[in-house]
């Protein structure tokens, strides 16, 4: 999986700190239209080299143009959003047992097909079947969530905060649809630029290649949060994650997070 371990858990990612965004020299008197053309998505799809948003009465802007940085990671990113879970690659099966392993690490694993996926949150004994949504890297975002942050990992595996509805989410079921949501808040998969929640995270992945993969940490535990706080059970699942969706577009842009680590929801991780 190309990440790096130090004694069995993932070694931080050191993260510089965050560029300065450019003011951008916008007319003040653009300042009553900036749904017509700073906020706009037809603004981006123009072909303009920077994209202008107002944050808190002043005009900052976001460049399109990809450094070779953000190009070579995002191609990368993309490769993996790519990659199908195909269960007769080596490279996949070991990933699985890894995940087994960083999950249960004293219960041995009687083999890749077997009853005891379903205690992970898997629907059937075949794990395989359930990564056709999202593909190979929603395997690799529990792998990296489980070694990152076992802790918290491990309390939404075991369901040990909160008052726990009688039908609860399936764990790993649950991974997966994440995984699904976030490719679609951030539409990497588009030619051109569309949401400036796409350009926010573009810039964050120049400061951090596992940036899809801590958003995905991220998102599991505001997702978890706001099941509690809905009191929700199992057929309320999809509302969930469309509102967990929209708190992790509100706090990507927020004026003060330049970094994953900047989001008020990372907190949850700690």
């Known amino acids: 999986m190309g990440m790096e371990r130090n004694h069995g858990g993932c070694m931080a990612v050191r993260s510089l700190p965050p560029p300065s965004i450019p003011k951008c020299s916008h007319p003040a008197s653009a300042a009553n239209a900036d749904d017509q053309t700073c906020g706009s998505p037809r603004w981006i799809e123009k072909g303009l080299s920077c994209v202008c948003m107002k944050r808190k009465g002043t005009y900052e802007r976001i460049c399109i143009n990809l ?9 990368r990113l993309k490769h993996r959003m790519n990659v199908y879970f195909d269960a007769s690659r080596r490279e996949h099966q070991e990933a699985l047992r890894a995940l087994w392993y960083a999950t249960y690490p004293n219960k041995e694993l009687s083999g890749l097909i077997s009853d005891q996926w379903k205690e992970m949150g898997w629907q059937g004994r075949d794990p395989s079947t359930d990564f056709r949504g999202a ?10 969530f489980a070694k990152t942050f076992c802790n918290s990992f491990q309390r939404l595996l075991n ?41 926010v995270f573009i810039q964050m992945l120049s400061e951090d290649e596992w940036a899809f993969d801590l958003l995905y940490c991220v998102a599991f535990m505001v997702m978890d949060k706001q099941w509690l706080e809905r009191n929700a059970s199992y057929m309320e699942f999809n509302e969930v994650l469309k509102s967990t969706r929209a708190q992790l577009e509100r706090e990507l842009l927020m004026d003060d997070v330049m970094r994953i680590e900047d989001m008020p929801s990372y907190s949850l991780l700690l």
């Open 67 to 75: 450094t070779p940085l953000q190009e070579q990671r995002l191609q």
């Open 135 to 144: 593909g190979f890297i929603s395997l690799e975002n529990l792998l990296f």
């Open 159 to 199: 369901k040990q905060c909160g008052k726990r509805a009688t039908w609860e989410y399936p764990f790993a079921v649950a991974g997966v649809n994440i995984t699904f949501m976030i490719m679609q808040m951030l539409d990497l998969q588009s030619t051109k630029a569309r949401t400036f929640v796409r350009a």
